[in-house]
């Protein structure tokens, strides 16, 4: 007599569908880590292109003995620019600007929005001093290695925020 045998070449059903549902859980953890780090990033880049636009405004400064503006938009917290005092007169106004605005050196927008420690622009003078102290900030809950500005007198440092509860300010920004 001969025996039936059954051969078993694959996967049931059962097994296909739970293999299915650990590769959903699996890319379900998986993409949420991945736009934390794109956001850490997008933060970290912000922040550190913010810190060479400022050396940029600063060396410009002391290169063509013209005093820099920095000015961050107030409408929209993302955009800020350099601006050059073409009348040289130390203050940042409209006779500063032809109609075609030549006088703004750069623009650039973050990805998120700043918080700053005071509402005036930071001007560099000829010798790259600046006139005011002032941080800058991108506040989040994705802990980026870097998320704040400091600029003194004669000093632009970036660090990380200590409180992300706490205000935009010098003390509250561990510099690196």
């Known amino acids: 007599m001969m025996k039936n045998k059954i051969f078993s070449n694959g996967f049931t059903i059962v097994e296909l569908v739970i293999v299915i549902a650990i590769m959903g859980v699996l890319l379900l953890i998986a993409s949420y880590q991945f736009s934390r780090w794109i956001r850490r990033y997008n933060i970290e880049k912000d922040i550190r292109q913010m810190q060479i636009d400022l050396l940029y405004a600063k060396k410009m400064a002391m290169n063509k003995n013209i005093t820099q503006f920095f000015r961050v938009d107030t409408s929209d917290k993302r955009t800020y620019e350099v ?14 600007c032809s109609a075609n605005n030549d006088c703004i050196i750069l623009r650039y927008t973050a990805k998120y929005n700043l918080s700053w420690s005071s509402s005036d622009d930071i001007s560099f003078d000829n010798r790259g001093i600046s006139n005011e102290n002032k941080t800058f900030c991108i506040f989040s809950n994705v802990s ?8 003194s007198n004669t000093q632009i440092n970036i660090g990380k925020i200590i409180d992300q509860g706490g205000g935009c300010n010098a003390s509250n920004c561990e510099q690196k």
């Open 83 to 96: 601006i050059e005092d073409r009348n040289r007169n130390e203050q940042l106004d409209s006779t500063d």
């Open 144 to 151: 980026p290695a870097v998320d704040c500005i400091v600029i």
